[in-house]
């Protein structure tokens, strides 16, 4: 079992930036491959970025790359989104979950039926 706990979230004007997080406990954070999901109102959860078990491994949607980081602590059980640049259409629930399956390290899970457990969320708006 896997406990998630998102934080971050908040209220920011268009251009702006947010650094959200991901705390992780109930088993090694280290073995699971971790990822950020988000759901617009009225829409799919869609993919936002992922990272590999060693963190060595990341993937980003084309919507947010060249603006949204993934990052990870395995010393301290956290994963971190930095948002910069952000856009109206970033507005949206944001979502950490964990993928425990036993995969290669270097492997980035991308679709939402890889993982296994999932935080609350955490509400980001945007403001044009």
């Known amino acids: 079992q896997v406990q998630l706990v998102e934080s971050g979230g908040g209220l920011v004007q268009a251009g702006g930036s947010l650094r959200l997080s991901c705390a992780a406990s109930?088993?090694?954070?280290?073995?699971?491959?971790m990822g950020w999901f988000r759901r617009a109102p009225g829409k799919e959860r869609e993919f936002v970025a992922a990272?590999?078990?060693?963190?060595?491994?990341?993937n980003h949607a084309d919507s947010v790359k060249g603006r949204f980081t993934i990052s990870r602590d395995n010393a301290k059980n956290t994963v971190d989104l930095q948002m910069n640049s952000l856009k109206p259409e970033d507005t949206a629930v944001y979502y950490c979950?964990?993928?425990?399956?036993?995969?290669?390290?270097?492997?980035?899970?991308?679709?939402?039926?890889?993982?296994?457990?999932w935080g609350q969320g955490t509400q980001v708006t945007v403001s044009s």
């Open positions: 979950a964990a993928d425990v399956a036993y995969r290669p390290s270097y492997y980035v899970p991308i679709s939402r039926g890889e993982y296994d457990f």
């Open positions: 109930g088993r090694t954070f280290s073995s699971a491959a």
């Open positions: 990272i590999s078990k060693s963190g060595g491994s990341t």
